[in-house]
């Protein structure tokens, strides 16, 4: 079992960055498949990031590469996102999330921890 707890949001302008973190405690980070998700008003849950392999493969929405970056640091037992470039429709709840599994990486239904998430806004 593994806790998550993320920080790092808030209010940014658009064009701006962020970074959010996501502490993990009880297990290493690196024995999970760790992706952020997002989640906007009225809007499903949707994948952002996905980090495996401790750290050694990475993957990204298409609405978010080239601007987001999903990194660890083994030491800290912490997985960040780095935001950058940020849009106006990146505003949503940001949630990290470990899985047992690298399959279906992409859907929430997938990972068997989450965090509380930490809010995104972006203005114009």
């Known amino acids: 079992q593994v806790q998550l707890v993320e920080s790092g949001g808030g209010l940014v302008q658009a064009g701006g960055s962020l970074r959010l973190s996501c502490a993990a405690s009880g297990r290493t980070f690196s024995s999970f498949v760790m992706g952020w998700f997002r989640q906007a008003p009225g809007k499903e849950r949707e994948f952002v990031a996905v980090?495996?392999?401790?750290?050694?493969?990475?993957y990204y929405a298409d609405s978010v590469k080239g601007r987001f970056t999903i990194s660890g640091d083994n030491a800290k037992n912490t997985v960040y996102l780095q935001m950058n470039s940020l849009k106006r429709e990146d505003t949503a709840v940001y949630y990290c999330?470990?899985?047992?599994?690298?399959?279906?990486?992409?859907?929430?239904?997938?990972?068997?921890?989450w965090g509380q998430g930490t809010q995104v806004t972006v203005s114009s």
């Open positions: 980090l495996s392999g401790g750290g050694g493969s990475t």
């Open positions: 999330a470990a899985s047992h599994t690298i399959m279906a990486f992409t859907y929430a239904r997938k990972y068997d921890y």
